[in-house]
């Protein structure tokens, strides 16, 4: 069943919208997150934990919607929609805090949440740049991952962790934080044109 014109160009709109909020609640956290936080302090880089997976999930939809908007799903899309999804759900499970059940091996999956987020990231770049008319968002989309990768496997924090190198960590994040918003922003103006009666 096909999907309706205005409500294709509402999800398109909401993606954009989660996008660009995912990157400032990245942005947030990461500036607050800090060794001596106070108790507010904390409290909100709990609630932006939730909430980033959660914009993380609405962004790659927009991108998905945005997708179909310009031909058939391909099979690289598809597969970074799947990605991408169960890594944002896996970060969903694991910040909304089920440390203190028997699930613990579950816990531990959660933590690898941003692997499959960032391949399902790159791969819809990849499937979006292969695209006439949609390269400029693709390339900032394969970008966006690329900039992700290099801020994981730099975090120290990180168990998968290749260099830990803080610095290198925190100036792909910013961009990577930045990526976001300006890709989500090209899903709204997208939204924006498609909505405008052609003369």
Do not use: N
């Amino acid at each position: 069943m096909r999907t309706s014109a205005p409500m294709t160009l509402t999800r398109l709109r909401l993606g954009g919208t989660a996008a660009i909020l995912a990157g400032l609640c990245y942005g947030a956290a990461g500036y607050l997150d800090r060794p001596a936080i106070s108790g507010f302090s904390s409290a909100l880089v709990s609630v932006l934990s939730v909430a980033m997976p959660i914009l993380f999930l609405g962004g790659l939809l927009g991108l998905h919607y945005r997708l179909l908007l310009t031909s058939q799903s391909t099979l690289t899309s598809k597969a970074g929609l799947l990605s991408g999804c169960l890594g944002a759900m896996l970060g969903i499970v694991g910040q909304v805090g089920f440390k203190q059940t028997p699930y613990q091996e579950l816990i531990r999956i959660t933590q690898w949440w941003w692997a499959p987020l960032l391949a399902g990231l790159a791969l819809m770049g990849l499937a979006a740049f292969s695209k006439e008319g949609l390269r400029p968002l693709g390339a900032l989309v394969l970008i966006s991952g690329a900039l992700g990768w290099v801020s994981l496997l730099t975090d120290p924090a990180f168990s998968g962790v290749l260099v830990p190198v803080r610095p290198v960590h925190v100036a792909f994040a910013a961009v990577f934080c930045l990526s976001w918003v300006v890709w989500g922003s090209m899903l709204l103006v997208t939204a924006h044109s498609l909505k405008r009666p052609k003369p």
